[in-house]
């Protein structure tokens, strides 16, 4: 990447302060980009999901490696917990949504709470592995909630075969004017394809591991003993591990580190496999060439940025997120190590510009919070919106369910010092109630950014990158209008 008429800013840089020109390409497609990842992860979109508790479980790490990218489980989920979420994840059909089933004589209401488990809506009744019909929220409308299911069921079901022509179940759904069918495999129920996501299956290749599941990561602290949570974690099939503080450039993680790389070398001297360990956060040079030492292929870039994050404001910390993007990753590319932009991103836009910069991946935590696929209860406001409670990883609740261990009085000292919301609505779109909703418009706008830019990969594209300064003004001009001036 290179600043337009080679000019040198004289202050650091967040993504509102830039804009990319374009460049003489011969790229005539979105299509025609590769998104993969070169981080070692598997990804084939450049997108991270959090290890926040409030955006990073089962529902969203098996739907967003099913569409390229990779979610990252939260360091202080109990291991039994995490071991649950990474057999589902890897049990999961890498085409297909897993079904959200119940039993013929399951009640309405029981049904009709499970319905935004999923962004597909609907819950099939199974009886001995096989679908009996479909219950969607049409169905258990005005309907008394101790019926049972089998009462109200839409029982002509159309189903395909595992391996059916995408298209071919887009034209027959769309012709019956359904929006969800079965996928059995041998008569038995395999998962759910929706409309949206037998395109999606022509667009978006998983990311998968070397025996072809879905792939999932996991986080570990710097505290405790973080070389056997480490080795548990990679005993559980784990696909990369993140080893995760806010600040990242101390001696606890330089400490840390290399135990953990030490567990993950162990683990790839017996399986053969080497999985990649990711640390952070830093936001300058420095900071990159002190992890990479210590071993980490791939240093998390991000201090302050995040939706949920008051640390800049609390502590006066951090760094605007596209230059520190920029400085960490040239850093990295000396040393032959990778780095992901973590927080700070909004819109399509930033995530381009922050692979312009250099960034292997993205980081993104708050804008998939108000999703159906994030871990907590879809609730409704007073106005009727639904909403997800999310809260930063330093605040006081996150630390609280952090140190729910130690004794009572140190818990309550620990909470005052918080450097996060605790609670925050997260509402949302009924355009886009789902993660995959939001993952369309990423690709595409990333996409077209690199055919503006000439490149047909994440890495041509950060070489041919031209961006320019902008005031607040430019940014505003660019901003589209809903209404008329």
Avoid at 54 to 79: F, K, V
Avoid at 110 to 130: T, Y
Avoid at 185 to 206: E, H, N
Wanted: some cysteine.
């Amino acid at each position: 990447m290179k600043f337009l008429n080679d000019l040198q800013p004289s202050f650091d840089l967040t993504y509102n302060d830039v804009f990319m020109v374009p460049g003489r390409s011969d790229v005539t497609s979105r299509f025609d980009v590769d998104l993969s990842t070169a981080d070692g992860t598997g990804t084939t979109l450049p997108l991270v999901v959090a290890n926040m508790t409030a955006i990073s479980g089962r529902r969203m790490a098996e739907t967003i490696a099913r569409r390229g990218g990779i979610a990252i489980i939260p360091q202080d989920i109990p291991l039994d917990i995490v071991a649950a979420t990474i057999s589902r994840v890897k049990t999961a059909h890498i085409v297909y949504d897993t079904a959200v089933t119940v039993d013929p004589s399951t009640t309405v209401g029981e049904a009709m709470s499970l319905l935004p488990k999923r962004a597909h809506g609907a819950v099939v009744v199974v009886k001995d592995g096989k679908p009996l019909g479909i219950v969607t929220e049409h169905d258990g409308a005005e309907i008394d909630r101790f019926a049972q299911v089998h009462e109200v069921m839409t029982a002509d079901v159309l189903t395909f075969e595992v391996g059916a022509d995408p298209r071919e179940c887009f034209n027959e759904m769309s012709a019956r004017h359904l929006d969800v069918a079965t996928v059995l495999d041998g008569g038995l129920l395999a998962g759910v394809l929706t409309r949206k996501g037998a395109l999606r299956s022509t667009i978006y290749q998983p990311a998968v591991d070397p025996s072809g599941r879905l792939v999932i990561g996991a986080a570990v602290g710097i505290n405790g003993d973080v070389g056997r949570r480490a080795a548990d974690l990679l005993a559980m099939g784990i696909d990369v591990l993140v080893v995760d503080t806010a600040h990242g450039h101390q001696e606890k993680m330089l400490e840390a580190l290399p135990l953990v790389v030490e567990a993950r070398d162990a683990h790839a001297s017996t399986s053969g496999r080497r999985v990649p360990v990711a640390a952070g956060n830093v936001v300058s040079a420095d900071g990159v060439r002190d992890l990479v030492a210590a071993g980490a292929d791939i240093v998390k870039v991000g201090v302050g940025p995040g939706a949920m994050c008051t640390t800049r404001m609390m502590t006066g910390v951090g760094r605007p997120q596209f230059s520190a993007v920029l400085e960490c990753a040239a850093a990295a590319t000396d040393l032959g190590a990778h780095v992901w932009a973590d927080g700070g991103v909004r819109y399509p836009r930033d995530v381009a510009l922050a692979l312009a910069a250099g960034a292997a991946s993205i980081m993104i935590g708050s804008w998939f919070a108000g999703t159906l696929e994030s871990p907590g209860d879809l609730k409704v406001g007073p106005d009727g919106r639904p909403f997800k409670e999310s809260f930063g990883m330093a605040s006081a609740r996150a630390v609280s369910n952090r140190t729910r261990d130690a004794a009572g009085f140190e818990r309550a000292r620990m909470a005052l010092f918080e450097e996060g919301i605790s609670s925050s609505r997260m509402f949302l779109d009924p355009d886009r109630p789902g993660v995959e909703d939001l993952v369309d418009a990423i690709p595409a706008g990333v996409r077209s950014s690199a055919t503006y830019a000439g490149a047909r990969s994440i890495a041509e594209f950060h070489e041919r990158a031209i961006v320019g300064l902008q005031s607040s003004a430019g940014y505003d001009e660019g901003r589209p209008l809903h209404a008329s001036w």
